[in-house]
């Protein structure tokens, strides 16, 4: 019941595309959905949040789609870019003293130039 | 503000050996997670602390596996008697709040030959 599942595992896509990362939870109890950004050797850095009494949050070219019923949500890039290449790591967790984050298991973006 | 930095980036133990991964957090920041990311998988929770307490360390082996936040210096996850599978990227978060946003440090690769 703890499992975030994401798709694809990899993602090509041509600079300008819009390429989307879709992931599922299964734990009501989740209230907090962000996402992460990691390039090779580096830490995980957030890119964008959502809380599950919005539908959609955007911040610059990202967007995250929410859809509370299917328990399931989703991060758009618009006007990807090659930059943007990195694995994206959706994750999940619910209020309370500790907010231990369950990670998604990836997806490897790559935006050709 | 320096974000969260983690020592040393590399290491590398031979089986039976201790492994000691140091975390210092934001500045501002007492509450602190580790997290594991095994190659190919994302990130899997290990253990919550706040200074010189455990609040959950759920995700952690019981055996050879201990962690702890002085009131004084970093955290510091240590690994006793390792073994190739404890071989990964050991990461460290920080948060100001225990709701809050958390930042990840650069992480420590761990090689266990």
């Known amino acids: 019941q703890q499992q975030v599942k994401q798709s694809p595992q990899s993602l090509i896509v041509q600079k300008g595309g819009i390429p989307i990362i879709n992931c599922a939870y299964e734990n009501t109890a989740f209230d907090y959905f962000p996402w992460y950004q990691q390039f090779p050797g580096k830490g995980p850095a957030l890119l964008i949040a959502i809380r599950p009494d919005v539908s959609e949050k955007k911040e610059g070219r990202f967007t995250i789609s929410f859809n509370k019923s299917a328990k399931q949500f989703s991060l758009h890039i618009m006007d990807s870019q090659p930059g943007d290449s990195a694995t994206y790591f959706c994750?999940?967790?619910?209020?309370?003293?500790?907010?231990?984050?369950?990670f998604g298991s990836g997806t490897q973006l790559t935006v050709l130039p | 503000n320096a974000g969260v930095m983690q020592n040393p980036r590399h290491l590398v133990r031979r089986r039976g050996q201790e492994a000691r991964l140091r975390c210092s957090p934001m500045?501002?920041?007492?509450?602190v997670y580790w997290y594991r990311q095994l190659p190919e998988e994302g990130l899997k929770f290990m253990v919550y602390?706040?200074?010189?307490?455990?609040?959950?360390e759920s995700g952690m082996p019981k055996e050879r596996f201990s962690a702890e936040f002085p009131k004084e210096g970093p955290s510091i996850l240590r690994i006793q008697q390792v073994v190739r599978g404890d071989s990964a990227a050991y990461f460290c978060?920080?948060?100001?709040?225990?709701?809050?946003?958390?930042?990840f440090g650069p992480g420590t690769r761990l090689t266990v030959l």
């Open positions: 994750a999940a967790s619910r209020s309370g003293s500790a907010r231990q984050l369950t």
């Open positions: 978060a920080s948060s100001r709040l225990a709701a809050d946003t958390q930042y």
């Open positions: 500045k501002g920041h007492s509450h």
């Open positions: 602390l706040q200074k010189e307490n455990i609040i959950d």
